[in-house]
C-alpha cells in the first residue's frame, strides 16, 4: 500500500482525498498557490509545499513544480484529482517516468480518449453505439457543411479537443452553418490550441446519463451503475443524481455493458466514466442512448455514486494505484437507495450568474447532508479557480425522499456576504418536471427567469428583522439571524431597508431584549438577504445608538446636504448614496449637530463605513 501521497490539486477534492488517504493510514501532502496559503486542504494535510502564484498556469498546472514537491517531501505517489492536470497524458507519463506512483489511468488510455473523433471512432470497432454524425480529418468548412445537411438539422458542432460546453455550437439551420463553425474553431483554437471540430446530430430532447467504471491492473473492470447528470446550464452539471431516473433493468444491463465494453477497449485502469447522450423524447430506451465521451478521472459527482453503492471511491482508486485487485466483483456491487448532490457555487443567478468573490464571514451547513467542501467560515472565495463552495449530498431510500432531503438542506445552508445559487438550486428541486422526473439538458434554460428571480419578503421575515435591529440598547451592536418569537406587547415602527435597496416600513412588536444588532441576516429557501436600519420612527427607541450613520451597503455617494457642525433636525436628509442601481437618502436620526462627517460626493464606500456622526442636542 502506497504509505505517502502528494495531491496535485486544491480545494474540495484535495480535501475530499486527505480524508480516505488519513483513514487508510497514508500520509498526505498538499501543494498550494499564493492564493491558497491558509486554505483548508493546506491545514488538513500532514506536509505542505509552496509551488507558485495564484494563477493556476503558474501553479497547479506546472508539472514540474508538483514532482519536485514530491521528491522533496518523499511522496511515493501523486493523486491529480479533477480538473488541472488530471486528464493530461504528458503530466502522468512524467510522474511515472519520474519513479512516483501515478493514482489514474495509463497515460495511453487516457491519449486514447482524449480526442472525441478518434474516441468516437475506438468506440464504434469496440461495438459502443456512437451518435450519428461526421468524426473525420477533412476540416474544410463547405465539406462540413455538406456532412451537416446529411446528418440532417439540427447539428451539434464540438471542438474534438473541448470539455465544459467550449468550442460547441448548436446550428438550426444550413444558412448559419458557416458563421457557427468559424467561431467554434476559434474558440477551440483558444482554449485547446486544437481547431478542429466533429459534427453531430443535435438530440432534441437530451438527457445526460454516465457510468462509473473502475479496473485494475488485473485486468478486471467493473461498474458502478449510472448518473444523470441533466440538469445543466450552459453545458455545465448543477444537480447530478443516481441512478437515473425512468431507467429499467434491462436498459440499465444494455448500457452498463457497454461502458464496460468502452472500458475494456483501452484496458482500463482506475476510476473512469463513460458519458451517454439519450434522446429522452420517448423514455429511456437503449436503442437511443448513444457514447458521447470518456473521463479519464474521478468525477465531481462521484459522491453520488458511492451513496448508493457503499463504496468509497478514492480508497478504491488508492488501493489499485498500489496495485491491489478491486475490492469487489460485480456481482458484489448492487443499488440501495437513491443519492442526490448539487454544487452549491459563489454566483449571483439574479445578474446572470457572475462569480461573487470575498470572504466567507458567516458559513452554515445543514448536517443531515453530506457535506464536501475546501473552504470554511472565515475563508476567501478566490478570483482564480472555480468558484464552487460545498457540495451538498442526500441519500434516501427512494428518489422522493432524496429530493426531499436535498430540498431541506438547502434551506438549512447560510452563506454571506458572497451571494450563492443556493435559492436557484432549491427552486429547481421543486419544479414539477424535476419531481416526476421528466429532465433534460435544456430545463434550466427554459425555466430560468422563475428559477433565480429572488422571493419577496414575507410579513414575518420583515417583522423579526425590524425587532431585532431596534431591540433595546445594550450591548455592542452585532450581527443577527432570524428565527426567535415576537411576544413583546409594546408596538412601534422602523423603515428598514435590504441589499437589493428596497425600503420597508413596519409596524412591529417591540422586543426588550438587550440585544441590539448592526444588521440581520435572513436565509429563506436557499435565498439571503441582509436588513439594516434606514431610518427608526414612531416609538423613539433607541436603536441608532450613538448616532453613527453608517453605509447600508456598497455604493458611491452622490450628494452630501449637510457640512460638519451644522445643525440638523430629526428626519432631516443628510447625503444620498447610489448603489444597487438606486438613490438612497440617509438622514438623521433625531436632532442634533453633525459632529463628524466623511463623506463627499463620487467618493466610493464600502458596507457599513462610518459616514457621519449626529451629535444630540441637550433638548433630544
Known sequence: MIKSLLIANR???ACRIIRTARDMGIRTVAVYSDADATALHVRRADDAVHIGPSPARESYLVGEKIIAAARATGAEAIHPGYGFLSENAEFAQSVIDAGLIWVGPNPASITAMGLKDAAKKLMAEAGVPVTPGYMGENQDPAFLAERAAEIGYPVLIKAVAGGGGKGMRKVDDAADFVEALASCQREASSSFGNAHVLIEKYIQRPRHIEVQVFGDKHGNIVHLFERDCSLQRRHQKVIEEAPAPGMDEATREQLCAAAVRAAKAVDYVGAGTIEFIADASDGLR?????????????????????EITGVDLVEWQLRVASGEALPKRQDELAINGWAMEVRLYAENPATGFLPSIG?????????????DTGVEEGGEVSPFYDPMIAKLIAWGQNRNAASAELRNGIDGTEVWPVKTNAGFLGRLLDLPEFASGDVDTGLIAREVDTLVTPPEPETDELLEAAALLCASPGQSPVSAALGFRLNAPSRAEARILDDSG???????????????????????????????????????LGAVGDGAILSPM???????????GQSVAKGQKLLTLEAMKMEH??????????AELNAEAGMQVQVEALLARIEASAES
Open 11 to 13: 480545494g474540495e477534492i
Open 502 to 540: 428596497a425600503t420597508h416600513d413596519v409596524v412591529f412588536s417591540e422586543v426588550d431584549e438587550d440585544h441590539p444588532t448592526a444588521d440581520v441576516l435572513a436565509f429563506v429557501s436557499g435565498f439571503a438577504r441582509r436588513y439594516v436600519l434606514a431610518q427608526p420612527r414612531g416609538s423613539g
Open 359 to 371: 470572504s466567507l464571514d458567516h458559513l452554515a451547513f445543514p448536517e443531515e447532508l453530506r457535506i
Open 585 to 594: 437618502s440617509l438622514t438623521a436620526p433625531f436632532d442634533g449637530v453633525v
Open 554 to 564: 456598497p455604493g458611491r455617494i452622490i450628494a452630501v446636504d449637510v457640512t460638519a
Open 286 to 306: 437503449a436503442d437511443r442512448i448513444w457514447f458521447m465521451e470518456m473521463n479519464t478521472r474521478l468525477q465531481v459527482e462521484h459522491p453520488v455514486t458511492e
